[in-house]
Nanobody, 115 residues
């Protein structure tokens, strides 16, 4: 059973920074594609960033240049560094893990950016 636990969300002013973390209890973290998605009220869930086991990254257009995804395979943890935050970044952020055992999601962490 894979369990993803996110942390690091909160309230921040526009222009500020937050760092999200996601700890993966599964056995296949090092080979899984890890991702961060977000969902704002009334909107569909959208990709924020993803990272392969080799470190290749992909970002949603709205966060390019501001957010950075990284992973620590030794600690089974993926991070999302969010800089220059904007009110439109306000959403629930979800961690995902995709691999041989399927796709798993964390419970989500709220990020609120005030103007």
């Amino acid at each position: 059973q894979v369990q993803l636990v996110e942390s690091g969300g909160g309230l921040v002013q526009a222009g500020g920074s937050l760092r999200l973390s996601c700890a993966d209890s599964g056995r296949f973290f090092s080979i899984n594609v890890m991702g961060w998605y977000r969902q704002a009220p009334g909107n569909q869930r959208e990709l924020v960033a993803s990272i392969t086991r080799g470190g290749s990254t992909n970002y949603g257009d709205s966060v390019k240049g501001r957010f950075t995804i990284s992973r620590d395979n030794a600690k089974n943890t993926v991070f999302l560094q969010m800089n220059s935050l904007k009110p439109e970044d306000t959403a629930v952020y979800y961690c995902s893990s995709s691999g041989p055992m399927g796709v798993y999601w964390g419970q989500g962490t709220q990020v609120t950016v005030s103007s």
